[in-house]
């Protein structure tokens, strides 16, 4: 089992930033990709961003130039540096493992973020 906690969400005016961070804890020896979702009121929840274990990256176009995803493998931490933020950005962010044995998906609860014009 692995557990998730975000944290660093909160209200922001355009163009400012947001840290997020998440914590794993329990099997983290056996996660591979950890990464950040979102999902706003009436949307389906979306990629923003992940990271394997070897450090590759992947971001959603939307965030690109604007939002940097990282990970301490030693502290058990991914976090999302969000700069520019727009409206568009506010949604309920997830935190997501992925472990390879069992192959398991695990979500984090939480953490709202809301960008005013």
């Known amino acids: 089992q692995v557990q998730l906690v975000e944290s660093g969400g909160g209200l922001v005016q355009a163009g400012g930033s947001l840290r997020l961070s998440c914590a794993a804890s329990?099997?983290?020896?056996?996660?591979?990709?950890m990464g950040w979702y979102r999902q706003a009121p009436g949307k389906q929840r979306e990629l923003v961003a992940v990271?394997?274990?070897?450090?590759?990256?992947n971001y959603a176009d939307s965030v690109k130039g604007r939002f940097t995803i990282s990970r301490d493998n030693a502290k058990n931490t991914v976090d999302l540096q969000m700069n520019s933020l727009k409206p568009d950005d506010t949604a309920v962010y997830y935190c997501?493992?992925?472990?390879?044995?069992?192959?398991?998906?695990?979500w984090g609860q939480g953490t709202q973020v809301t960008v005013s014009s």
């Open positions: 997501k493992a992925d472990t390879l044995i069992p192959r398991r998906t695990y």
């Open positions: 329990g099997s983290i020896f056996t996660i591979n990709t």
């Open positions: 990271t394997s274990s070897g450090g590759r990256t």
